[in-house]
Nanobody, 115 residues
Framework: QVQLVESGGGLVQAGESLRLSCVVSGVIVSLYHMGWYRQAPGKQRELVAE???????NYADFVKGRFTISRDSTKNAVYLQMNSLKPEDTAAYYCRAQLWQSDIWGQGTQVTVSS
């Protein structure tokens, strides 16, 4: 059974950092297109960052220079390092794995940034 488990969320002050983890079981993470998404209350879910099977990274404009996505094949996990957090980064953050018609989401982890 494929499972994505996120962790690392929490309450921080503006300017601080958090590192989110997405541990994957049931599939090999390096074979999948992996992404981090977020959804704030009353808003649509949006892409934050993604890493392709080939290792290419793409970021939403609102996180460029602040967030970094990485992948660890030995731990079968994907990470999101978030620096210089802003109150507008407050949202539930979700991990997603895609390969052909396979599309799997984690349960999410909450990030709250106070001003």
């Amino acid at each position: 059974q494929v499972q994505l488990v996120e962790s690392g969320g929490g309450l921080v002050q503006a300017g601080e950092s958090l590192r989110l983890s997405c541990v994957v079981s049931g599939v090999i993470v390096s074979l999948y297109h992996m992404g981090w998404y977020r959804q704030a209350p009353g808003k649509q879910r949006e892409l934050v960052a993604e890493i392709t099977r080939g290792g290419n990274r793409n970021y939403a404009d609102f996180v460029k220079g602040r967030f970094t996505i990485s992948r660890d094949s030995t731990k079968n996990a994907v990470y999101l390092q978030m620096n210089s957090l802003k109150p507008e980064d407050t949202a539930a953050y979700y991990c997603r794995a895609q390969l052909w018609q396979s599309d799997i989401w984690g349960q999410g982890t909450q990030v709250t940034v106070s001003s």
